[in-house]
């Protein structure tokens, strides 16, 4: 079965630093392009990075500098370094994966996890 | 990177159709064709409907359908049914390798 399933998340003081994972099975992380998007409480859905399968990484601006995506090619795992957090970072963090395409991906999310919850307070 | 503009909600009976409107700019809806719509129940894992304006995933009813117009998209569920009732979120790929998601939209089923 096709799965995303995050971990790590907690309470956590503002200006600390929290390591969320993203465990998945039924396909290869390496060969995917695979995102964080998270969702504040009561908010809506906002997009946080992107790693393609061949490394590149990119950042939503209001992370750039704080945040660090990564994966484990050996774990199959996503990972999502938070450093520096505020506030407003206090949010459900959904994985998901990229619907792939015959040549390439298209531009939308065809597999999510199930959440995990960051809370950014002192 | 502003969310794009939806609005906050819609309602409509069994059977009647509705319509979620999705408005950006030329940055993004109005600049690709890459369009995606998603479902989320409470406390759910949201849930891939229509991407690429208008194509659905195997799966998805065809009652549901995408459609765009300049920098507007629309989602449009016909036959509405008691489980459409959730929150629908458009997404558009922005440029530069980013992703900008709409404010969301809440469907109550009267």
């Known amino acids: 079965e096709v799965q995303l399933v995050e971990s790590g998340g907690g309470l956590i003081q503002p200006g600390g630093s929290l390591r969320l994972s993203c465990a998945a099975s039924g396909f290869t992380v390496s060969s995917n392009y695979m995102s964080w998007v998270r969702q504040a409480p009561g908010k809506g859905l906002e997009w946080v990075s992107v790693?393609?399968?061949?490394?590149?990484?990119y950042y939503a601006d209001s992370v750039k500098g704080r945040f660090t995506i990564s994966r484990d090619n050996s774990e199959n795992t996503l990972s999502l370094q938070m450093n520096s957090l505020r506030a407003e970072d206090t949010a459900v963090y959904y994985c998901?994966?990229?619907?792939?395409?015959?040549?390439?991906?298209?531009?939308?999310?065809?597999?999510w996890g199930q959440g995990t919850i960051v809370t950014v307070s002192s | 990177q502003s969310a794009l503009t939806q609005p906050r909600s819609v309602s409509g009976s069994p059977g009647q159709s509705v319509t979620i409107s999705c408005t950006g700019t030329?940055?993004?809806?109005?600049?690709?064709?890459?369009v995606s719509w998603y479902q989320q129940h409470p406390g759910k894992a949201p849930k891939l409907m229509i991407y690429d304006v208008n194509k659905r995933p195997s799966g998805v009813p065809d009652r549901f359908s995408g459609s765009k117009s300049g920098n507007t998209a629309s989602l449009t569920i016909s036959g509405l049914q008691a489980e459409d009732e959730a929150d629908y979120y458009c997404?558009?790929?922005?440029?530069?390798?980013?992703?900008?998601f709409g404010g969301g939209t809440k469907l109550t089923v009267l």
């Open positions: 998901a994966r990229y619907l792939k395409a015959v040549a390439g991906f298209f531009h939308a999310f065809d597999i």
């Open positions: 030329s940055s993004d809806v109005g600049g690709y064709n890459s």
């Open positions: 997404c558009s790929f922005a440029g530069s390798y980013t992703w900008v």
């Open positions: 790693i393609y399968s061949g490394g590149n990484t």
